[in-house]
């Protein structure tokens, strides 16, 4: 009788799971990015706003550029650290 694979054994749970990691640790780091330009530049007066294109600094920054950085991050993240791994189950016969 054929047994089945434990989690344990399965290797494609390690990369799933450290996939998952990646993948939390993206989303983190966009929600400090946000946070961070949005509530540290715009906490200031109106009237104390730089603006860059028409909007002002603080809504630049975390809506702009931390998207843009995290859309460069997701696609390095997928080129270098991501790989193919078949969903089929192994016959051992």
Do not use: Q
């Not at 996939?19 to 509530?39: K, P, R």
């Not at 991050?73 to 650290?81: E, G, Q, T």
Request: hydrophobic residues 45%; charged residues 25%; negative net charge.
């Amino acid at each position: 009788m054929k047994e089945k694979k434990t989690f344990e054994d399965d290797p494609r749970y390690r990369v799933a799971d450290r996939e998952a990691l990646i993948g939390v640790g993206l989303v983190i780091l966009n929600f400090l990015m946000w946070f961070g330009s949005a509530y540290g530049l715009g906490s200031k007066p109106v009237s104390e706003y730089n603006y860059i294109f028409g909007l002002p600094d603080w809504f630049f920054y975390s809506c702009v550029v931390t998207t843009v950085v995290i859309i460069l991050l997701v696609i390095l993240a997928v080129k270098y650290f991501y790989r193919e791994v078949p969903l089929d189950e192994e016959d051992e016969s």
